[in-house]
């Protein structure tokens, strides 16, 4: 006799087998439509305007109103290294004080290459970069005392320049 038979006699019945691959690709279905159905939704309420998004402002930019950049022609530099054959090519952008700029009322925010302070602080700038050597200039230590020596030299050589910072914008070294 056959087991199928041996329980039917006895009056067992055989427990119900679900079908597995059926059922779970159901669920699965159902929760990606579910998803999609929420999405849809969250973009239609957000692009219609209806459901406003809390967004940080952007951060204030703390720009100093009684300053302007002067930027200075990209200069190239011999370096005083014993091989003679270093140099340096820096562009430097000086943050000056508007006392200087409120005197000129006729200058643009774009002038600042014709500036009258330029050439007289390229002059010294390039005094004080000649005296310089690559092994300093490429430490930050010698870098920062370099800005130092030069918003010294640029504030000696013209009085009424008042410089507030001044930023290396290139700076390369070769050897």
């Known amino acids: 006799m056959s087991m199928g038979s041996a329980a039917v006699e006895t009056g067992e019945r055989e427990p119900l087998k679900l079908p597995v691959v059926p059922l779970v690709t159901s669920v699965v279905l159902g929760i990606l439509l579910s998803v999609a159905a929420i999405g849809g939704v969250g973009y239609y309420l957000i692009h219609s305007g209806k459901l406003r998004l809390q967004t940080m402002p952007p951060p204030p930019i703390s720009l100093d109103p009684k300053t302007h950049p002067v930027a200075l022609d990209p200069l190239i530099v011999n370096l005083a290294d014993a ?78 320049l008042k410089i507030v910072d001044l930023y290396f914008t290139e700076f390369l070294v070769q050897r």
């Not at 820096?90 to 943050?95: G, H, K, P, Q």
């Not at 010294?124 to 310089?132: D, G, M």
């Open 83 to 160: 091989s003679g054959t270093a140099y340096l090519r820096v562009s430097l952008v000086l943050e000056v004080a508007d006392a200087a700029r409120s005197a000129k009322s006729g200058e643009k925010e774009g002038d600042e290459k014709q500036n009258p302070f330029s050439a007289a602080a390229r002059d010294a700038a390039l005094t004080v970069l000649s005296k310089q050597t690559s092994e300093v200039l490429l430490t930050l230590p010698g870098k920062n005392g370099v800005k130092v020596e030069l918003k010294k030299a640029i504030a000696e050589c013209d009085p009424n």
